[in-house]
């Protein structure tokens, strides 16, 4: 599966980015979808996560009634909304594809290569 975001940029604080991440390769409906973020001099760390019918869905708790992730298999494509944004949003956001709904990083096997999200304040 190859991973390619994009939709990052520069907002101010309170304004609104919608990342995409376009998948190809492999059957994108049978992976579960996530969006990481990492900042510089920080660990990366979980954004949001869909299973592949878009039944369960889990959120950072930093990132809970602001982002919103979606999927449309139709386009290979998972969105995340992100509203209300904050300076501490700002890193580089991941879109990620795995066999299993988790948190953790370590449950995805495909990873793109990142797109820039900077808040400004």
């Known amino acids: 599966v190859q991973l390619v975001e994009s939709g990052g940029g520069l907002v101010q604080a309170g304004g609104s980015l919608r990342l995409s991440c376009a998948a190809s390769?492999?059957?994108?409906?049978?992976?579960?979808m996530g969006w990481f973020r990492q900042a510089p001099g920080k660990e990366r760390e979980f954004v949001a996560a869909?299973?592949?019918?878009?039944?369960?869905?889990y959120y950072a708790d930093s990132v809970k009634g602001r982002f919103t992730i979606s999927r449309d298999d139709a386009k290979n494509t998972v969105y995340l909304q992100m509203n209300s944004l904050k300076p501490e949003d700002t890193a580089v956001y991941y879109c990620?594809?795995?066999?299993?709904?988790?948190?953790?990083?370590?449950?995805?096997?495909?990873w793109g290569q990142g797109t820039q999200v900077t808040v400004s304040s």
């Open positions: 869909i299973n592949w019918t878009g039944s369960r869905i």
């Open positions: 990620a594809a795995g066999v299993g709904a988790s948190i953790s990083s370590i449950a995805y096997d495909y």
């Open positions: 390769g492999r059957t994108f409906n049978a992976y579960v």
